[in-house]
């Protein structure tokens, strides 16, 4: 296993998982939290935890770098990497979303927009490591320039 390429994969995970939570998330469906104050954290609240939602979404980037690591059988990086994200976008629509519903006071309308981004998500976050995680391909070693 590739430390370097590993760590790599991860922080572009993260990164790409912040910006479309930001984008996508935060900024058009952030409403839709109001609508259910029995089931989310009031904003102020949610704004506090943020820290630790973030080290939340390092740790699972890292999980994910790793497990697409050990599946990882070569060819183009970005393209596995969107099989990788695809697969997980699957189980994490049924395992979270579905469940969710299933379990909680939330209105199918919030589950639907809900499991949408996680699809979504899970795919870019899975492509952003398959490009970031390729093996084959070198990485630019840092050279020793000699002063002459």
Same mark, same amino acid.
């Given at each position: ?7 790599? @994969?991860?922080?572009? @995970? ?11 998330? =935060? ?16 904003? #102020?609240? =949610?704004?506090?935890?943020? #820290?630790l ?11 994910? @770098? ?22 997980? @976008? ?14 909680g ?22 492509? !952003?490591i ?17 002063? !002459?």
């Amino acid at each position: 296993m590739d430390y370097r390429r590993l760590t790599l @994969a991860a922080l572009l @995970a993260f990164y790409a998982r912040l910006m479309f939570g930001i984008m996508i998330w =935060i900024t058009p469906v952030g409403d839709e939290f109001v609508k259910y104050p029995t089931v989310f954290r009031p904003m #102020p609240v =949610i704004r506090d935890n943020v #820290p630790l939602m973030l080290v939340g979404w390092l740790i699972a980037a890292f999980v994910l @770098a790793i497990v697409f690591s050990r599946g990882y059988s070569g060819g183009n990086g970005a393209l596995e990497g969107f099989r990788f994200g695809s697969l997980m @976008a699957f189980f994490c629509v049924g395992f979270v979303s579905v469940s969710l519903y299933a379990q909680g006071n939330i209105g199918l309308r919030k589950v639907v927009i809900g499991g949408a981004q996680l699809f979504l998500k899970m795919i870019i976050v899975g492509t !952003a490591i398959g490009a970031a995680y390729q093996p084959g391909r070198r990485l630019q070693e840092p050279r020793l320039v000699r002063a !002459a």
